[in-house]
């Protein structure tokens, strides 16, 4: 039995699903390193710059990811207030 004056409220919309699927990250491994002559000594150098070079763009990665979770986090929030 409803209450005089009282409506059904209207069904609430279905909850939004938000997969947090981030890349996973491994391992920045550093070259091993035993240069004899310059050229090795130079060849190393860039070895080692192509490594670094490899974990940061690693890291951009994850970090652009849970950047844009956050943001798509707090509009979906803001919906639901």
Do not use: F
Not at 69 to 79: E, G, M, N, P, W
């Amino acid at each position: 039995m409803a209450l005089a004056g009282c409506t059904n409220a209207p069904p609430l919309p279905a909850p939004q699903i938000i997969y947090v699927g981030c890349p996973a990250v491994t391992s920045c491994p550093i070259p091993a390193s035993s240069p004899a002559t310059n050229g090795d000594l130079s060849s190393d150098v860039r070895n080692l710059e192509a490594a670094l070079v490899a974990c940061g763009l690693q890291v951009e990665a994850v970090k652009q990811c849970q950047e844009e979770h956050r943001v798509k986090t707090r509009s979906t929030a803001k919906s639901l207030n």
